[in-house]
C-alpha cells in the first residue's frame, strides 16, 4: 500500500531537471546513476569556526576534515540555521527559517512536538530521484511516531533522539533500541562504522547520507585510547575523535570506487558552547552575534569543485535542501517558501551572489539581518537578561568587512543602510507574525505528565550492548 504522504511528495516534487516532461519515476529510471551524485552531508554539534586546523587552530589537529577543504572548496561566511540544536536542524532539511516549520524553540525529552510530516526534507527531496537514504546521529527533531527520521525520508535510521545531556539517552536502529543507554565513548565510532557499511552497500545506487555527529556537545567523552592525545585538553580529544571518524567515512568513499561522483559537506549546528574557538568572532552558541552562527562548512566534490577553493560569499544551512534539489535532478517544491538559495554556481566557481540578505534567527525574534557588509544586531543577551537593543534605541551596525568581530557599531555613520536593513526585517516580521510559538520550557513543564522519552509504536527491545 502506498502512503497518502508519498503520494502528495511525489505530485510536488515531481519532474526531473534532465526530463521535465516525463513523470519522476520514469525520469529516475532513465537518467544514469552519474547523474544523479552521492551526497553526504556530516553535521557536527556545537563545533567551532576555528575549532578545525584549516581554520587557524594551532593545538587540534583535524586533518581528514581539512582534507575535505582542501580538495574541495571553503566556504567562510557560511551560517548555521540558527544559534541552537533543533531549529538550526530543521533549517538545514526543509531550506527554510525554522520559524516557518514551528521548530524555532529545542526539542527536549518531554517535548510532545517536532518537525511535521507536512515539512519536505533533503531527503523526501532526493526519493524522488531513486535515493537511497540514511540518518545517522543525533536527530533532535521529535521523537514521535510522526516526527521520527524513518517518517521524514531516511529509509533507516541509527543514532539518538536528542541532545546528549538529555534523558534517556539511548541508541536506536529505526525504531529499536539496540544500547541503553548509548555508550557515549564509543558513540562517533560506532556511527563512523555504520556509515562504512551503509557506503559499502550502496556504492551501485545514488544514495544521501546524513551524519549527525554528537560531539562536541558536552558531556565530552572519548575513547580510553585517546584520551590526553590532543593539544587542547579532552575538547581537544573530541574534535580529534570527530576527525578521526570523518577519515573513516571519506576511506570508505574511496575503497567503494565513488569519491568522483560524490558530494561531501561538512559543517556545524552552531557555534562553539562552552568551549572550542570562534576565531575571534564575538558570542558563542545561544547568542545572537557571528560566534553564535557562523560555523566551519567545507565541500569536496571530486571535478566539479576546485580543489582549494575559497569563497567569503554568505550563505547558510538553509542553502542545501535547494543545492542539494539541482544537482540531484529533483524539483523544489512550490507550495511553500523556500528561504534557501542554490549554491552548485558558487561551488563551481561563479562570484554572482547567492543571497542579497541573510535573516538571524533566535527562537521567533529576528536578532540580525546582514547584507554582503554589513550587519544588523537588534537584540543580545546581558548576563541571563535578553536585552531588546531595538527598543532601547540602541541597535547596532557593525562592518563586517573591517572589523569581523563586532566590536564597533557604525550607527550614526551609514543610517541609510541601517534603514534599509530594519525595513526588510519589519517585512519578514509581518509576514511570520502569526508563527509565532511559546517554547517548551525545561524547567517548567508546560505538561508535566506527558510522557519522558520517545514515543514509537513499534516494541523497543533492548538489545546486548
Known amino acids: 500500500m502506498i502512503h497518502l504522504r508519498t503520494l502528495v511528495l511525489t505530485s510536488i516534487l515531481s519532474l526531473s531537471a534532465l526530463s521535465s516532461a516525463a513523470d519522476v519515476n520514469s525520469a529516475s529510471t532513465n537518467t544514469p546513476a552519474s547523474d544523479r551524485p552521492n551526497i553526504i552531508i556530516i553535521l557536527t554539534d556545537d563545533l567551532g569556526w576555528a575549532d578545525i586546523s584549516l581554520n587557524g587552530n594551532e593545538l587540534i589537529k583535524t586533518p581528514n576534515i581539512d582534507r575535505i577543504g582542501r580538495e574541495g572548496i571553503q ?25 516557518r516549520t514551528g521548530m524555532q524553540h529545542v526539542v527536549y525529552p518531554q517535548s510532545t512536538d517536532g518537525l511535521s510530516a507536512s515539512e519536505i526534507t533533503i531527503a523526501e527531496i532526493v526519493k524522488t530521484r531513486d535515493y537511497a537514504t540514511k540518518m545517522i546521529g543525533k536527530w533532535h527533531l521529535g521523537h514521535y511516531d510522526a516526527f521520527w527520521p524513518t517518517n521524514q525520508g531516511f529509509d533507516s535510521f541509527y543514532g539518538v533522539a536528542y541532545s546528549n545531556d538529555m534523558k534517556p ?36 545506487q545514488p544514495f544521501l547520507l546524513y551524519v549527525a555527529e554528537n560531539a562536541p556537545h558536552a558531556p565530552l567523552l572519548v575513547p580510553d585510547e585517546v584520551a590526553g592525545h590532543s593539544q587542547a585538553g579532552l575538547y581537544g580529544d573530541v574534535v580529534e575523535e570527530l576527525d578521526r571518524g570523518v577519515g573513516q567515512i571519506l576511506d570508505a568513499v574511496d575503497r567503494a570506487g565513488i569519491a568522483d561522483n560524490t558530494l561531501i559537506i561538512f559543517t556545524s549546528d552552531n557555534g562553539p558552547w562552552f568551549e ?20 566551519p562548512m567545507l565541500a569536496r566534490w571530486p571535478g566539479k569543485i576546485a580543489p582549494g577553493s575559497v569563497s567569503d560569499q554568505m550563505t547558510m544551512a538553509i542553502d542545501l535542501l ?8 529533483a524539483e523544489l517544491p512550490d507550495d511553500r517558501v523556500i528561504d534557501g538559495r542554490d549554491l552548485t554556481g558558487l561551488l563551481s566557481g561563479a562570484a554572482e551572489p547567492i543571497h542579497e540578505t541573510l535573516f538571524f534567527f533566535n527562537g521567533d525574534d529576528i536578532v540580525g539581518i546582514r547584507n554582503d557588509r554589513f550587519k544588523l544586531v537588534l537584540n543580545q543577551y546581558y548576563r541571563n537578561f535578553y536585552v531588546p537593543l531595538e527598543v532601547y534605541g540602541a541597535t547596532m551596525l557593525f562592518d563586517l568587512v573591517t572589523d569581523p568581530s563586532e566590536r564597533f557599531s557604525f550607527m550614526r555613520e551609514q543610517p541609510g543602510v541601517a534603514a534599509h536593513l530594519l525595513a526588510q526585517v519589519n517585512k519578514l516580521r509581518e509576514e511570520i507574525e502569526p508563527m509565532r510559538r511559546e517554547a517548551y520550557n525545561p524547567f517548567k513543564p508546560s505538561n508535566p505528565d506527558a510522557p519522558i522519552g520517545p514515543q514509537l509504536t513499534s516494541d523497543v527491545a533492548v538489545g546486548a550492548d
Open 75 to 99: 566556504l567562510t561566511s557560511f551560517y548555521a540555521g540558527s544559534n541552537v540544536c533543533t531549529p538550526s536542524r530543521a533549517a538545514l532539511l526543509t531550506g527554510r527559517y525554522p520559524v
Open 276 to 295: 572550542g574557538d570562534t576565531g575571534g568572532l564575538r558570542d558563542r552558541k545561544g547568542g545572537t552575534y557571528e560566534g553564535s552562527y557562523r560555523v
Open 169 to 204: 539517552f539511548d541508541l536506536y536502529k529505526d525504531k529499536t533500541v539496540i544500547q541503553s543507554p548509548a555508550d557515549q565513548k564509543q558513540l562517533t565510532r560506532m556511527y563512523s562504522a555504520e556509515a562504512e557499511e551503509f557506503i559499502a552497500a550502496h556504492a551501485d
Open 322 to 329: 535547494p543545492t542539494i534539489a539541482r544537482i540531484s535532478g
